[in-house]
C-alpha cells in the first residue's frame, strides 16, 4: 500500500499520533507525514505511505497556508494558548489600522525568532526539550517568507487572520511578534492549516474518517506520488 493520504487534523492529537493511529490500524510498516502541526492545530496533515515516505523532502518544501486567531494581550511561554501565561494586559485598545500597520513589518522575507518551545535544535537537543528542563537558552532565528498576511476578521482581543508563507515559518511566532510590536504582546489562540503546497484540506478526511476505513476504502483514499520533481 503505498501514496498519499490527507487528514484534516483535529485538535488535540500530535502528527505522530496520528501516524501511529494509520500504521496500527492498517498494519503498514512505513508511515510518515510531510510537515509537523502542532497538537492544539488543526486542519491539512500529508500524511505518506509505504514507498511515497521517499517523497517527505520534497513534499516539506511547499508553501503554507494557514488561518490563526492572535490573541493580543496574553504572553505565554510557548506563544499560544496551551503555554503557561506571562503576562496578561486587559482593556486592549489599538485599533485594526494599528494592526494592519503593524502587519506591514511581516509581508516578505523577514528574520523571526522560533518559539521557546519547538522541535528545532541546539547543539543537538530539542529547543522544548531544553526548555522542560529549565534551560536557559538564546531563541534561533531563521529567514522565513510571507507573502500574504492579512485581516480576516477583527474582535478585540482577536485579531483573526490568514497567512500564507514558506516551508518553516512559526505562525505562534508572527502572533508574539505582532503583539510585542503593538505593545501589549500576542500568542496564538487557534491555529488551521489550509493548504500544504500542492494539497488542500478541502480534499482530506477527518481522522475519524479514517479510524473507520477498510483496507479498501483507504486505498480509494490514497493519491499517487508523481515521479517529477513538480509533484
Given at each position: 500500500?503505498?501514496?498519499?493520504?490527507?487528514?484534516?487534523k483535529?485538535?488535540?492529537p500530535?502528527?505522530h499520533?496520528v501516524?501511529?493511529i494509520?500504521?496500527?490500524?492498517f498494519?503498514?510498516?512505513?508511515?510518515?507525514h510531510?510537515?509537523?502541526?502542532?497538537?492544539a492545530a488543526t486542519?491539512l496533515?500529508?500524511?505518506l505511505?509505504?514507498?511515497?515516505?521517499?517523497?517527505?523532502?520534497?513534499?516539506?518544501?511547499?508553501d503554507k497556508?494557514?488561518?490563526?486567531t492572535?490573541l493580543?494581550?496574553?504572553?505565554?511561554?510557548?506563544?499560544d494558548?496551551?503555554?503557561?501565561i506571562?503576562?496578561?494586559?486587559?482593556?486592549?485598545?489599538?485599533?485594526?489600522?494599528?494592526?494592519?500597520?503593524?502587519l506591514?513589518g511581516?509581508?516578505?522575507?523577514i528574520?523571526?525568532?522560533?518559539?521557546?518551545?519547538?522541535?528545532?535544535?541546539?547543539?543537538?537537543?530539542?529547543?522544548?526539550?531544553?526548555?522542560?528542563r529549565?534551560?536557559?537558552?538564546?531563541?534561533?532565528?531563521?529567514?522565513?517568507?510571507v507573502?500574504?498576511?492579512?485581516?480576516?476578521?477583527?474582535?478585540?482581543?482577536n485579531?483573526?487572520?490568514?497567512?500564507?508563507?514558506?516551508k518553516?515559518?512559526?505562525?505562534?511566532?508572527?502572533?508574539?511578534d505582532?503583539?510585542?510590536?503593538?505593545?501589549?504582546?500576542?500568542c496564538a489562540?487557534?491555529l488551521?492549516?489550509?493548504?500544504?503546497?500542492p494539497?488542500?484540506?478541502?480534499?482530506?478526511v477527518?481522522?475519524n474518517e479514517?479510524k473507520?476505513?477498510?483496507?479498501?476504502?483507504?486505498?480509494t483514499?490514497?493519491?499517487?506520488v508523481?515521479n517529477?520533481?513538480?509533484?
Open positions: 500500500m503505498n501514496g498519499i493520504l490527507l487528514v484534516d483535529p485538535a488535540g500530535t502528527s499520533d501516524v501511529d494509520i500504521r496500527k490500524k498494519k503498514i510498516k512505513k508511515v510518515g510531510a510537515g509537523t502541526l502542532d497538537p486542519g496533515l500529508v500524511i505511505i509505504g514507498t511515497a515516505t521517499k517523497a517527505s523532502g520534497r513534499l516539506l518544501g511547499g497556508e494557514y488561518e490563526v492572535c493580543l494581550g496574553v504572553r505565554t511561554d510557548t506563544d494558548t496551551a503555554g503557561k506571562e503576562s496578561r494586559q486587559d482593556n486592549i485598545t489599538v485599533s485594526r489600522r494599528q494592526v494592519e500597520q503593524a506591514e511581516f509581508r516578505g522575507q528574520r523571526q525568532r522560533v518559539p521557546r518551545y519547538s522541535a528545532v535544535k541546539v547543539n543537538g537537543k530539542k529547543l522544548y526539550e531544553l526548555a522542560r529549565g534551560r536557559q537558552f538564546s531563541l534561533p532565528e531563521k529567514e522565513v517568507t507573502y500574504e498576511i492579512g485581516i480576516t476578521e477583527f474582535n478585540l482581543p485579531v483573526h487572520l490568514k497567512v500564507k508563507c514558506s518553516g515559518t512559526y505562525v505562534r511566532s508572527l502572533c508574539r505582532m503583539g510585542e510590536l503593538l505593545g501589549c504582546g500576542g489562540a487557534s488551521r492549516r489550509l493548504r500544504s503546497e494539497f488542500s484540506v478541502e480534499n482530506a477527518s481522522l479514517v473507520k476505513m477498510t483496507d479498501n476504502q483507504l486505498l483514499q490514497l493519491k499517487p508523481a517529477d520533481e513538480s509533484l
